[in-house]
Nanobody, 111 residues
């Protein structure tokens, strides 16, 4: 059974940092791209960042310069380092690989 489990969310003040992690199990994810999405209340889920199997990264404009995605294929994990957080970053953050989604982790940024 394929599972993606996110962790690392929480409450942080504007300007602070958080590091999200996603642990994958059930198959070898090293051959697949992995991505982070987020969904704020009342809004559609949106792309944040992705990383290919070879390490090529892509970012939404809102994440460029502040967020960094990385992966550890040996551990089947993907991380999202988020710096200089803003209140508009408040959302549930989801890990995704192919058709599989995690359950999400809440990030709340206070002003």
């Amino acid at each position: 059974q394929v599972q993606l489990v996110e962790s690392g969310g929480g409450l942080v003040q504007a300007g602070g940092s958080l590091r999200l992690s996603c642990a994958a199990s059930g198959r070898t994810f090293s051959y697949y791209a992995m991505a982070w999405f987020r969904q704020a209340p009342g809004k559609e889920r949106e792309f944040v960042a992705s990383i290919s199997w070879s390490g090529t990264t892509y970012y939404a404009d809102s994440a460029k310069g502040r967020f960094a995605i990385s992966r550890d294929n040996a551990k089947n994990t993907v991380s999202l380092q988020m710096n200089n957080l803003k209140p508009e970053d408040t959302a549930v953050y989801y890990c995704k690989s192919n058709a599989y989604w995690g359950q999400g982790t809440q990030v709340t940024v206070s002003s």
